[in-house]
């Protein structure tokens, strides 16, 4: 007989199979279609939840997918990558009687993957042509939320995108485990389907382009780019060999074929507690590290991963290590030294000890690349917004994680697209009125 339990599956199979055509029907059926539901106040685009499930449930898949698409572009990435246990489906009120949700999230992929597979047009239409142009800085969520909705509204878009591929943390920030069979390509590839969006790719903010060319070229632009730059340990042995921010690992996973993966070592440290640190974790155990261990400097409670992500990442044979903070790494690994919490302020104990490692990932954050935004007002190390996602600079918009607005995830990204390019539209609309385009 031969033993399987210790082989890690593919870095790049699918986390959660997707649902069969009965299993979202019988899941369809669980929901209660709340009236003023608790789920959809939980959604940060605000999908009407229990319409999108009602559908499913009567075998309008087109319909239900046309719901979500409706307020969130991006809702076959979110039905992926969402933490739906602590939004939708943490709200959900079938937690009370049955203790476990409608698999909202599941359900969600199931109606946007046959959509995005089936559909020959585009399900939204574009106005009229209104002969404004927009810029959009940025591919990401964000910027490509921003540029279909502007499109939908009738204005002609082109997006700069410093990156060979559109997607941005979608493509280049997310386990493959996560977005399995290039379906990051794919959505980019419906989004843009709608027309009236051009992508320039290798045009970066502050080498390739500048904020005053932006505002004197376009009628309106928009600011998606993110939070490019990473935070440091500030540590000794921080620039040796095997030593790597976590995002560009898992840039480099993503961007690697399944016949030629990405190596890593035997033994693989991963220092921090968001997300990011869980993705690099798990990946860097399906590519075969012997030993992977998540370490943070503060206790399982305060980690920015959800508690499922961290139930996730032990599943997968990640070693937990909470309260110890980095102190220096050489030959011999990195030396932590162990913290504690003393009224809410953590402190070190003064005692350390030692992980063995043969790669180390740091994640400890991401930060705002300022250098580019000569002229944007920032606050908190973030670009200053009002409520209509309008920064100081006139005509500049902004929205996605380099503002703010929430949560860093995909689905605040995207309503912050979605949001702004509604402001874009209004003013736009405004200036139209007051001086109206002459046409032949």
């Known amino acids: 007989m031969t033993l399987t339990a210790d082989i890690p599956p593919s870095p790049y199979a699918d986390l959660t199979p997707p649902l069969t055509a009965v299993q979202a029907l019988a899941e369809s059926n669980r929901c209660l279609f709340c009236y003023d539901a608790a789920c959809v106040?939980?959604?940060?685009?605000?999908?009407?939840?229990?319409?999108?499930?009602?559908?499913i449930a009567t075998g309008n898949l087109r319909g239900a997918a046309r719901t979500i698409l409706s307020e969130n572009i991006m809702g076959g990435t979110c039905g992926r990558v969402c933490p739906t246990e602590t939004l939708c489906e943490q709200a959900c009120v079938r937690n009370t009687a049955e203790e476990r949700p409608v698999a909202i999230g599941r359900l969600q992929r199931h109606a946007t993957?046959?959509?995005?597979?089936?559909?020959?047009?585009?399900?939204f239409a574009r106005a009229e042509a209104t002969g404004r142009r927009i810029a959009v800085v940025g591919a990401g969520p964000?910027?490509?939320?921003?540029?279909?909705?502007?499109?939908?509204?009738?204005?002609?878009?082109?997006?700069?995108?410093?990156?060979?591929?559109?997607?941005g943390l979608n493509e280049y920030g997310l386990a493959p485990y996560k977005m399995a069979d290039d379906f990051a390509q794919r959505e980019v590839a419906f989004i843009l389907g709608i027309g009236g969006i051009t992508v320039e790719h290798g045009r970066r903010l502050g080498a390739d382009l500048s904020m005053e060319d932006l505002q004197k070229d376009f009628d309106a632009v928009f600011l998606g780019v993110g939070l490019g730059g990473n935070n440091r340990l500030g540590i000794p042995g921080e620039e040796r060999?095997?030593?790597e921010d976590a995002t560009a690992f898992i840039e480099r996973v993503r961007q690697a074929t399944p016949q030629a993966p990405v190596a890593v070592g035997r033994r693989v440290v991963v220092i921090g507690g968001g997300n990011t640190a869980v993705d690099a974790a798990i990946q860097a155990k399906r590519l075969g590290a012997e030993t992977v261990t998540l370490?943070?400097?503060r206790g399982r409670g305060q980690m920015g991963a959800t508690p499922w992500e961290q139930e996730l990442a032990q599943t997968n044979g990640v070693v937990l290590v909470t309260f110890a903070a980095p102190v220096g790494i050489d030959d011999g690994g990195v030396t932590f030294e162990r913290t504690r919490l003393e009224e809410g302020k953590l402190a070190g104990t003064g005692e350390t000890f030692t992980i063995a490692a043969d790669t180390v990932l740091k994640a400890v954050g991401q930060t705002l690349d300022r250098a580019a935004l000569a002229g944007v007002t920032l606050a908190g190390g973030k670009i200053a917004v009002d409520e209509g996602y309008r920064t100081t600079l006139a005509k500049v918009f902004a929205g996605g994680d380099c503002v703010a607005s929430g949560a860093d995830l995909t689905v605040q990204s995207v309503q912050d697209g979605k949001l702004a390019?509604?402001?874009?539209?209004?003013h736009l609309s405004a200036a139209l009125q007051a001086a109206p385009i002459e046409t032949a």
């Not at 106040?41 to 559908?55: E, H, K, L, N, V």
């Not at 993957?113 to 399900?123: E, N, Q, Y």
């Not at 390019?421 to 209004?426: Q, T, V, W």
Request: aromatic content about 4%.
């Open 113 to 123: 993957d046959r959509l995005l597979s089936t559909a020959t047009v585009h399900p």
């Open 241 to 243: 060999a095997g030593v």
């Open 421 to 426: 390019a509604l402001s874009i539209h209004r």
């Open 41 to 55: 106040r939980a959604c940060p685009t605000g999908i009407d939840i229990p319409a999108f499930i009602r559908s």
């Open 142 to 167: 964000a910027g490509l939320a921003c540029a279909h909705r502007l499109a939908m509204l009738g204005h002609a878009v082109t997006v700069f995108e410093a990156k060979p591929k559109a997607g």
């Open 295 to 297: 370490v943070y400097r």
